[in-house]
């Protein structure tokens, strides 16, 4: 367990969460290859890249320049695409695709940092109009993803906007703590890469998700937890452990909970003193 609730007289907290290979088992951008091309985006030659970038990154082979090459090559193949067409293909199929490919130590992991009452936010280098959606169903609070440029068209420029990537998301995470006013030592991160290194370094409580050769390395040098994540579920079939309501809704069923043990003890009270009588 993460320990006890937050005490919000102190400053808050969150728990930071890289998306592809910690919370999903597979690349959020590259799973939705198939969809694309169903939807009439890419064409079957384009399809059998993604699926081989796909292999590369899951044999754990992405390193920072394939990661770079892979960006070029996504950023061109999406130019030209209607914005509006991509929400809703990633709408459509978002439980088919996603869904089952959510590790379930992930799951579990953001359901006690919302218990503890910590904000819970993904930061994936991955197109907002991907994470948003993923980040809406895993139930996390906020989503720092890449954003590419649209043009008046409503159409992709094929240029990035912010690129989510890097040190970037450790500056991400930091104007977070700033706007947001969380205690970046008392702040947990969670990655399996090494590229995400400065996001890992910036808070205090950091680990690492099935960690690539060198990030497993620096964990074990600086004495970082490192988590073994291996079993994809399916949200549903996990329901009653993953969905926790929002805090308000948890205060109201508190709030109802005890009205309903008062009632409880004055009806019994009552029926004690009416017997005795």
């Known amino acids: 367990m993460l320990g006890v609730v937050e005490n919000h007289s102190m400053p808050r907290t969150a728990a930071f969460f890289d998306l592809d290979k910690t919370v999903i088992a597979k690349s959020s951008t590259l799973t939705f290859s198939k969809s694309f091309y169903q939807g009439g985006?890419?064409?079957?030659?384009?399809?059998?890249?993604?699926?081989?970038a796909q292999f590369v990154f899951l044999a754990g082979g992405s390193d920072h320049e394939q990661i770079e090459r892979m960006r070029a090559y996504l950023s061109a193949l999406c130019r030209g695409w209607n914005v509006q067409q991509v929400k809703e293909i990633v709408a459509e199929t978002l439980h088919d695709i996603i869904d089952p490919i959510i590790y379930d130590e992930a799951a579990s992991l953001i359901e006690e940092h919302h218990i503890a009452g910590r904000d819970v936010v993904i930061v994936s280098t991955s197109g907002a109009e991907v994470v948003e959606p993923i980040g809406e169903l895993l139930g996390a609070d906020r989503v720092v993803a890449t954003r590419m440029v649209v043009g008046e068209d409503g159409c992709f420029t094929g240029e990035v906007e912010y690129y989510a990537y890097g040190p970037t998301k450790a500056e991400a995470i930091r104007e977070l703590a700033e706007s947001e006013g969380y205690d970046l030592s008392r702040c947990y991160a969670?990655?399996?890469s090494a590229t995400d290194l400065p996001?890992?370094?910036?808070?205090?409580?950091?680990?690492?998700?099935?960690?690539?050769?060198?990030?497993?390395r620096e964990a074990l040098a600086r004495g970082w937890p490192i988590l073994d994540f291996h079993r994809p579920v399916r949200l549903k079939q996990r329901l009653p452990a993953f969905s926790v309501p929002p805090r308000p809704a948890?205060?109201?069923?508190?709030a109802i909970g005890a009205a309903a043990a008062t009632a409880g003890l004055v009806w019994y009270t009552?029926?004690?003193?009416?017997?005795?009588?």
Do not use: F, Q
């Open 270 to 277: 009552n029926r004690r003193r009416a017997a005795t009588a």
């Open 190 to 192: 969670y990655s399996d």
């Open 41 to 52: 985006l890419i064409n079957r030659r384009a399809v059998l890249r993604t699926a081989y």
């Open 250 to 254: 948890l205060v109201a069923a508190a």
């Open 199 to 216: 996001m890992l370094e910036s808070v205090g409580n950091p680990h690492a998700v099935n960690p690539d050769r060198t990030l497993r």
